[in-house]
């Protein structure tokens, strides 16, 4: 058998192993446009603070490869999928022959369409690279804008407050965290910064970048000018879905697959952030591009791709950050736009709670400050548990496993309890 993956981070390196896992013979050519092997983008913020070392950015040994006995291409991009010959090209012209092939090609950053972003100084933080050369322009660096003011957006800001500089964050909504979280909680991360010294202005967007070579000055539609000598954009990102859609893949925003993480042809899986899979809060496909996610659906293509059938469940959108100490966790619907739900919340100084229901389940919630209840609530969540009995104590500060305990012995045929044990280690 000849395995092929396209993309060497979270879902790649996942694939590699649960392959290697099940048939120790075959080979496994994994192909990879970065120069470097193995490293966590997840830590990149970390490394640009100066939290961490270089060093605490690889998530494997630098033998990884050679101990999985994996043919590693590494600074190789490809170019296309001959489906019929089952034949990847790469640049240099060199093919490689397939039975199973894994696109898991992830995500690339958002950038802005605006006269002068072409200039010196301008990052997205998507790569090693990235951080480096952005670290290696703080010593001549006072102030910085940040173009968004989602989760990314907001990870860089903070991280280069760290180093002492000023920064700017722009938003074009009218709050910070929009998708992740709900006003009354963005309010509660956009006062911390501010109090931090991060300048937040929401409502507003960048027109034009000026300046020589290099970025020297941002203009916004309201007419105001904020100088910088550098900027970086954390806009989010966009699925790399082009290699799969030049091959004639089935593709709505990201690659569709089916329970298996198979795509529309049956030797070609996919798993990642180039993929839409079920969410389990939504019950219905989407893109949730998060590092564990990756992981999970890479270990379930890998392991499919080797002839076993296990069914990949789903995922939920969660995200969970610390700034400057107070931390915060998402999961599920959080800003729910159909009279279909109900939501309850409670608010206190900078603790906050909010859960979302949908016919007595929880399918979405909001911690901010306090988050010690996250870990059950998510395992509600996931199993879709009625907790029409016991709905007035969720948002309670000693809400804990304790209390769901008689729901877990009434629907134990839904907890699992690996993933139950799991969690209640985890958080």
Do not use: H
């Not at 500089?165 to 909504?173: A, G």
């Amino acid at each position: 058998m000849k395995y092929v993956i396209i993309g060497g981070s979270a879902a790649g390196v996942g694939a590699a192993e649960a392959i290697r896992k099940k048939d120790k013979k075959s080979f496994i050519k994994l192909i990879s446009d970065e120069k470097l092997p193995l490293y966590s983008r997840c830590l990149l913020t970390y490394y640009m603070a100066g939290m961490i070392d270089e060093t605490k950015l690889y998530f494997k040994p630098r033998d990884f490869y050679k101990k999985k006995n994996i043919d590693s291409y590494l600074g190789k991009k490809a170019l296309s999928i001959d489906r019929a010959k089952k034949k990847v090209l790469l640049d240099g012209r060199k093919t490689i022959d397939y039975d199973k092939l894994l696109i898991a090609t992830g995500a690339s950053p958002k950038t802005v369409d605006v006269p002068g972003a072409d200039k010196k100084g301008i990052f997205t933080v998507r790569n090693i690279e990235d951080a480096r050369a952005i670290i290696a322009l703080l010593k001549k660096t006072e102030d910085i804008v940040v173009l968004g003011g989602g989760l990314i957006g907001l990870r860089d800001a903070y991280a280069l407050r760290q180093r002492g500089k000023r920064v700017t964050v722009v938003v074009k909504s009218l709050q910070v965290l929009s998708q992740m979280l709900d006003k009354d909680a963005a309010d509660i991360i956009e006062n911390l910064f501010r109090k931090k010294g991060i300048n937040i202005m929401t409502g507003v967007a960048a027109t034009k970048i000026t300046g020589k070579e290099s970025v020297e000055e941002v203009e916004l539609d309201n007419g105001e000018k904020i100088a910088c000598q550098l900027l970086v954009i954390g806009k989010g990102v966009t699925p790399n879905t082009e290699l799969a859609s030049l091959c004639g893949l089935k593709i709505i925003d990201g690659i569709e697959v089916d329970e298996y993480l198979r795509t529309s042809d049956k030797d070609i899986f996919a798993a990642g952030d180039v993929t839409e899979t079920y969410d389990i809060a939504r019950e219905d496909k989407r893109i949730n591009a998060l590092w564990p996610c990756a992981v999970e659906q890479g270990e379930i293509a890998g392991a499919n791709m080797t002839g076993e059938k296990k069914i990949y469940e789903g995922s939920l959108s969660m995200n969970s950050v610390d700034f400057f100490g107070v931390a915060s966790i998402s999961m599920g619907i959080t800003k729910p736009k159909k009279n279909i739900y109900e939501s309850i919340s409670r608010k206190e100084g900078n603790n906050y709670k909010k859960l979302v229901f949908k016919n007595n389940t929880i399918v979405g919630m909001v911690l901010v400050g306090e988050i010690g209840s996250s870990g059950v609530i998510s395992t509600l969540i996931k199993n879709k548990i009625d907790i029409s009995g016991i709905k007035d104590i969720l948002l309670e500060d000693n809400f804990d496993y304790g209390k769901i305990m008689p729901l877990v012995k009434k629907y134990q045929d839904k907890f699992n309890k690996e993933e139950y044990r799991d969690t209640v280690i985890t958080y």
